[in-house]
């Protein structure tokens, strides 16, 4: 199945039952696939006029307690940003895919990683979090929604899946999780009528008090304190004896295998780190290899963006390199493999 | 055999992305690690087309295909653009009948096969990337002929039905060529 098929019908399993978007390459068949899929399993498929109106329509859904989603492309992302904020304020569970392209601007429509900054840090205003997932398979693309609409229910706060334009246009089996695996989490806050049996409930983002509203964002800073404590995800392959650790999530984290595989037959010990959740980000994987290694080389499919997370873990113990391509080239294993040998002094 | 990588390229509409496809479900069938990545964008819009097909034993990392083990090019843009990036030893298969080039290149196998023509002669319109993968399969058997009939089976729609047959026969003219 297709990356951007796979995901849409793991959120179906996951017990997705409204979509709203709104078309851009190269996440469209997310949506076409929900225009097809959602009416035969009772759900509601809407493609909105804006991806502005879809975000709006997420909070909407979201707010009476229901399993929501939208997805767009780079800068479909960039307009949802407003409605976000509002989702992450109200406390408002959430699924929003972002299918990255090259950017910035309209950009282009071949893969890229330059939305990291994007959504770990810039999407939506104020103090606010967002949980970031960014899967490097199809098989993960659909394990990770289950986990994502989980995590954003148990601790309130909107997930976000970031691919990329490889990841949702490329084949590779899949087999999906039972939809029973998909655990309904009480949402007592819903606001999804009451019939006179309790108060009601209200979900709102507007707090004119500066105490209340400081308030508020203390009590959701602790839960984003646990999120970091419990949620880092992260995936490592062949550091056990590595002197040099690869970072690199999605795509450029399956080049990168490619070039570490190549430098271990010329006998450089090489690793890689693979963030799975880049908000949290995986931390403890980073600092326990700070202790280990010799140094760092972060891949990305942008200018260096993710590197930043890493170098603030790594606080200038061990130098941290960057090799990367951007504008919709994918890097190649050649490449990478280049950067490690330049790194460690080439063949041993 | 651990890995084969192959590209198949050539203009959009000749049916790269499903012979690829075909490719792709026949490793499934043989439960091995597959992926299929197809160009897309500007080019699926009535220029070029290509598309990444890996079938490994073990993990897949990239699944773009830089240095193919095999080549299947439909058009002379694509073997101009790609027969260089073979891998020695690797095989490179051409429809004759649209690339007119000959290959210089003593390190590979390159097989000229005229698919379009014989397609249009044999009353198999559209179906030249089949006879193509016919060929493919019988110089290089990495997966089973089997397992390319059940991939068949599995690609074709339930609405073109009728056609199982015909690419059936495309994949023996093709092996026979």
Known sequence: MKGNEALAEAAIRAGCRHYFGYPITPQTEIAAYMAKRMPKVGGTFLQAESEVAAINMVLGAAAAGVRAMTSSSSPGISLKSEGISYIAACDLPCL????????PGLGGIQPSQADYWQVTRGLGHGDKQ??????????????????????????????????????????????????????????????NGHKGKRTHNIVNSLLLKPEQLEQTVFERAKRYEQVKQ???????????DATLAVVA?????????????????????????????????????????AGKVQGFLCVEMSMGQMIEDVRLVVSGRKPVAFYGRTGGIIPTPDEVLCEIKKLMGGER | ??????????????????????????????????????????????????CSVCISDHP??????????????????????????????GLAILDSALVDRRCEREDITVCYVPATSLSKEQGLDGLANIILIGKMIAERPFVSNESIDKAIDKCVPARKAHLIDANKRAIALGAAQ
């Open chain 1, 96 to 103: 929003i895919v972002d299918v990255m392209r090259g950017g």
């Open chain 1, 130 to 191: 967002l949980l970031v997932f960014a899967p490097s398979t199809v098989q993960e693309m659909v394990d990770t929604v289950f986990n994502a609409y989980h995590k954003a229910d148990t601790y309130r706060i909107p997930a976000v899946i970031l691919a990329d334009g490889m990841l949702g246009q490329m084949m590779e089996p899949v087999s999906f999780p039972d939809e029973d695996k998909a655990e309904a989490i009480e949402k007592p806050w819903a606001t």
């Open chain 1, 230 to 240: 419990n949620e880092q995800l992260w995936e490592e392959y062949r550091m056990e």
């Open chain 1, 249 to 289: 999530y999605g795509a450029s984290a399956r080049i990168a295998m490619n070039a570490i595989d190549a430098a271990r037959e010329s006998g450089l010990q090489v690793g890689l780190i693979r963030p799975i959740s880049l908000w949290p980000f995986p931390e403890k994987a980073i600092e326990a290899a």
């Open chain 2, 1 to 50: 055999m651990a890995a084969t990588n192959i590209l198949l390229a050539g203009f959009g509409g000749q049916g790269i992305l499903f012979a690829g496809k075909v490719l792709a479900y026949a490793g499934l069938m043989e439960e091995r690690q597959v992926s299929w990545l197809p160009s897309y964008g500007p080019e699926m819009r009535g220029g070029t087309a290509n």
């Open chain 2, 60 to 89: 897949i990392g990239s699944p773009l295909v830089l240095a193919p083990d095999i080549l299947v090019a439909m058009n002379t843009p694509s073997y101009d653009k790609f027969i260089d990036a073979v891998v020695p030893g």
